[in-house]
């Protein structure tokens, strides 16, 4: 079996270490016959988008080596579909000089180290073609800005030597700036003039310094820069042969693209180029069945399938990746939630923290298998976001936590009808809904709850219990697992108790024991219950009470040398709970 690639994002490394690849190579098809001067793709993260510009630029990039002699590209792509096309295509491998950098880096606290790690992925693209110094094509002053654009941050370290007060310094970052945001422009122009070919631009997740900037308060100076990096190399620039950009989420043009005519966005509503961004189920089947998994097609659908990219349905390709190499050497292995990105799932989070009531229905009624629906509009800014809503519902949408079941146009304006797609985002949800609860439950006095238990006081714990209960997610009323671990947070912290849940005593295990740290104090047994209906819950009671006496509970606990116990039978149904006890 071939090693999976786990982690790659070079196509090159998949040929040179023989790695496992789904061929997605009539992508460079495509872009040429379908693509515009610039193409913008926006699918959700890990989703293989740096694979892709990886593939176009092996495919179109000439290479030469130390003698200057033109590098064979042909082995890259022995045997993959991209070769079986016409002899125009095949005819413009290995003819191009080409740009390629990630922005996905630029994540840092403020706007200068953001700007200078995005300036240092730059420079490295300048350090790549450092054969231009050295081009007998370029004229001496040609070189020399090459030179000084590639010795940034030598020069920039230099330069701070020179500084005298702050309002210096802030003087020459702004130049600083300045120069690097139209720096690929002057790269695209002297590796045209060098190769006699005009430049293939791409540049993967632009919005990614974007996000960061919008959390992290300055916004309007990063998208600043990114506009006028993108003016300059992607619209001004005659060196351009085309472009592609990646991205999570298109942002709208009056933001960036600023009169960017020469755009064309691809999101996970247009048709083409649906079956390159993930794992089509032929894929899917093939890759299980060759490392023996094909067994295991139902769960790995259940939990990876779902997602529509125009008319094609596709499985997330990290997870499933992920999936695979960790069944190879234990097929028993349960499946995971592997895919997850810290800066979407904050998204969620604050949106959980500030839903009102008619958000937490939807996210019930999602959480739960259901649907709802929302207006979509594709032009917004990451200011946006948070000013309604519907925005966050958009950015949950493209960013991959949604999936469109229908749409319909109502006057102007697009409805669609969306649904989580898979358990494994379902799982990202609902641990977020319940992180966020446990979170809010750790701020409530829970003094007077403890007093209530000590004092054998039931209305009381009911009329706590129910009170907190009001302020969760429906969808967790009908899971026992919820209840128990909520009921037992509610105990840690007692003071002379210590809570155990499922500890051996007498015939069976109690749901939760709270242990006092002074034998001669009673210790207290909680027995749950569930029940879909209210007028069930009697019953219920009644049940938790019985099997505390028939499996001899208190027996065990009075044998272990406790004086005393108290038994709480505890039934839930919903928002609402009851509470019934003896003592011994």
């Known amino acids: 079996m071939k090693k999976l690639g786990v982690g790659y994002e070079n196509y090159k490394d998949f040929i040179d270490n023989d790695l496992y690849y789904v061929d997605k190579t009539l992508l460079i098809r495509d ?10 793709f926006t699918r959700p993260r890990r989703f293989g988008k740096t694979l892709a510009l990886s593939t176009i630029q092996t495919f179109f990039e000439e290479e030469r080596d130390e003698g200057g002699n033109a590098v064979d ?10 070769m079986t096309c016409d002899d125009e295509l095949l ?9 390629n950098l990630s922005l996905k880096s630029g994540k840092q606290d403020d706007f200068y180290n953001s700007f200078m790690i995005l300036r240092k992925v730059v420079i490295s693209e300048f350090t790549r073609h450092i054969y231009l110094a050295d081009s007998d094509k370029l004229s001496d002053s040609e070189k020399q800005e090459f030179i000084s654009l590639e010795h940034g941050e030598i020069e920039w370290r230099e330069l701070e030597k020179s500084f005298k007060n702050d309002s210096d310094r802030q003087s020459a970052f702004r130049r600083e700036c300045g ?20 430049t293939i631009v791409l540049i993967d997740e632009y919005d990614v310094p974007l996000e960061n900037a919008y959390r992290r308060g300055f916004y309007d100076d990063m998208t600043g820069f990114i506009r006028s990096l993108f003016e300059s190399v992607l619209k001004t620039n005659n060196a351009l042969e085309f ?20 755009l064309k966005v691809n999101s996970i509503r247009d048709v083409d180029f649906g079956e390159y961004f993930g794992f089509l189920q032929q894929e899917t089947d093939e890759m299980l069945d060759n490392y023996g998994l094909a067994g295991s097609t139902e769960t790995v659908k259940e939990w990876y399938d779902g997602y529509l990219f125009g008319n094609t349905e596709v499985y997330n390709p990290w997870s499933v990746i992920k999936y695979v190499d960790d069944h190879i050497s234990d097929m028993n292995r349960l499946p995971e939630a592997y895919w997850s990105n810290t800066s979407s799932n904050s998204i969620i989070k604050e949106m959980i923290e500030r839903a009102d009531d008619s958000v937490k229905d939807e996210l019930d009624t999602l959480i739960s298998g259901g649907t709802i629906e929302k207006r979509i509009h594709e032009d917004i800014t ?22 469109a079941v229908s749409t319909r146009l109502d006057d102007d304006l697009t409805f669609i009808t969306m649904k989580i797609p898979n358990r494994e985002i379902r799982s990202l949800f609902k641990t977020q809904v319940k992180d966020w609860f446990d979170a809010k ?3 409530v006095d829970l003094s007077e709850f403890h007093k209530a238990i000590l004092d054998q006081d039931t209305r009381r714990i009911e009329d706590f219990v129910s009170e907190l209960l009001s302020k969760s997610i429906s969808y967790f009323d009908n899971e026992e697992s919820f209840y128990h671990g909520f009921f037992l947070s509610l105990l840690y912290g007692m003071p002379g108790y210590k809570p155990r849940s499922n500890r051996e005593e007498g015939q069976g295990r109690p749901d939760i024991v709270l242990y006092p740290d002074r034998p001669k104090d ?5 027995e749950l219950k569930t029940r879909k209906k209210f007028d069930e819950m009697d019953d219920g009671i009644k049940e938790a009470l019985a099997q505390i006496h028939d499996m001899k509970y208190e027996e065990g606990i009075l044998a272990d040398g406790y004086l005393g116990v108290v038994s709480y039978g505890i039934c839930f149904c919903k928002k609402s709970c009851i509470v019934d006890k003896f003592v011994r």
Not at 31 to 40: A, C, F, S
Not at 93 to 98: A, L
């Open 441 to 443: 439950v750790k701020t």
């Open 91 to 99: 005819s413009k491998q290995g003819q191009y000089p080409v740009i």
């Open 31 to 40: 872009i040429v016959k379908k693509g515009g001067k610039v193409t913008l």
């Open 73 to 82: 590209k042909g082995r890259y792509f022995t045997g993959k579909k991209v």
């Open 179 to 198: 120069k690097y945001a139209v720096a690929l422009k002057t790269l695209s122009g002297l590796l045209e003039k060098h190769h006699g070919k005009k």
């Open 382 to 403: 990451y200011d946006d976001i948070d000013t309604n809503d519907d925005n966050l519902w958009n950015f949950l949408f493209f960013t991959g936590y949604m999936k």
């Open 243 to 262: 472009a592609v950009v990646t991205g999570c989420l298109r942002i709208s043009k009056e933001s960036i693209f600023t009169g960017l005519n020469n």
């Open 522 to 526: 009673p210790a207290y047994i909680f």
